[in-house]
């Protein structure tokens, strides 16, 4: 019997939040989000989770990052432009996360304190349960970074690590899931950048 705050493959989703070329260099980190959420990508797959991306402003804040849309280029990830700081409060991702129907969200983006915040918030206020990965979101600011992980865990968002979510999702050593998230984990070293 899974625990309520237990990651379940047939219960859980990733959110990928506004990973985009031009706001990267100015993060904190910047290259361990990527690497962790690469890594998340590339579990999701193995466990063949259903990925949604944000993109906020691309016109002017570019494309999600060539190193997270090569780990979607294998999966059927719908990829949508949101101009509200939430993922929730967009109709058109509101409605994609309805229409995917996961209650457990496993979420990796950048800002932090910013769109990760509001939508792990909002999406916490209508009983998902959400999963921030802290190795896998990052801000400018350390202070914002680590302030929005503390007021997120305030309001019931569980913060984690990639790797945490992997092995959670896994439960058992004795499948050949495990050997291919073994693998993605072998690939994905961590990063604590």
Do not use: N
């Not at 990928?16 to 797959?45: H, T």
């Not at 804040?61 to 990830?77: D, E, F, K, N, V």
């Not at 690590?161 to 073994?182: G, H, I, N, P, Y």
């Amino acid at each position: 019997m899974l625990r309520p705050d237990q990651l379940d493959i047939e219960r859980a989703m990733v959110l990928v939040i506004d990973v985009q070329e031009k706001l990267l260099p100015s993060i904190v980190g910047g290259e361990r989000v990527i690497a962790a959420g690469w890594k998340l990508l590339d579990g999701a797959r193995v466990f063949e989770l259903p990925v949604l991306v944000t993109e906020q402003y691309p016109k002017g804040l570019g494309p999600t990052h060539a190193t997270i849309r090569a780990a979607l280029a294998q999966s059927r990830a719908k990829v949508l432009e949101k101009p509200t700081f939430s993922a929730w409060a967009d109709a058109k991702v509101r409605e994609a996360l309805l229409a995917i129907d996961r209650p457990q969200i496993i979420i990796t983006g950048i800002e932090t304190h910013v769109c990760v915040q509001q939508t792990a918030l909002d999406l916490r206020s209508r009983d998902y349960d959400v999963f921030v990965c802290a190795d896998a979101v990052g801000s400018r600011g350390r202070v914002d970074y680590e302030v929005a992980l503390d007021r997120m865990r305030q309001a019931g968002v569980l913060v984690t690590t990639v790797e945490s979510v992997l092995f959670e999702l896994c439960q058992r050593c004795d499948t050949a899931r495990f050997k291919a998230m073994l693998e993605v984990i072998k690939r994905h070293p961590p990063s604590d950048g």
